[in-house]
């Protein structure tokens, strides 16, 4: 494993632009060249679903804390609105098919033959061409970086 950079170690009111470059080009040299089959393997497997360390970033971002702020207010005492205590009061939490919340609340839910549309989660050119740059990426890194470490 190569060293910790001095400037992580040491005054962090004084990083310049060359010390961060220093210490990627290590992190480069003791990750991708000590283990480029790893390192390809793992590029390989992300260009199958590119769009994945960004919906988890996504979640742990927004919507994991939304959802506690959410779960907060609700242990509080504050509702959505006021239709779900009418719905917890007047059906005591089951409601009935033919009843108007099924009806107007949520269109489609009730399969009366032409209501139903199926969404269709479409990958757009854009995640495409990264998970083509990200497979051949990982391939280039075990061809070249591997050979350099058999040969």
């Keep these: 494993m190569a060293p910790i950079p001095e400037f992580i170690t040491n005054d962090i009111d004084h990083i310049s632009i060359y010390d961060v470059l220093e210490y990627v080009v290590l992190a480069y040299k003791s990750i991708v060249i000590s283990h480029p ?11 199958y679903h590119p769009k994945a360390p960004f919906q988890a970033l996504a979640y742990l971002l927004w919507t994991f804390p939304k959802q506690i702020c959410i779960w907060i207010l609700r242990s509080r005492g504050f509702r959505i609105g006021e239709v779900d ?9 089951v409601i009935p098919v033919d009843s108007p919340f099924t009806r107007y609340h949520s269109y489609g839910a ?39 470490i058999e040969g």
């Design 37 to 47: 089959y790893i390192t390809g393997f793992l590029l390989i497997m992300w260009s």
């Design 110 to 148: 009730v399969n009366d033959g032409n209501t139903y549309h199926q969404v269709v989660d479409e990958v757009s050119l854009w995640w495409r061409l990264l998970g083509m740059v990200l497979y051949l990426f990982g391939f280039a890194v075990m061809l070249v970086y591997g050979s350099l």
């Design 85 to 93: 205590d009418v719905q917890t009061d007047e059906f005591n939490e």
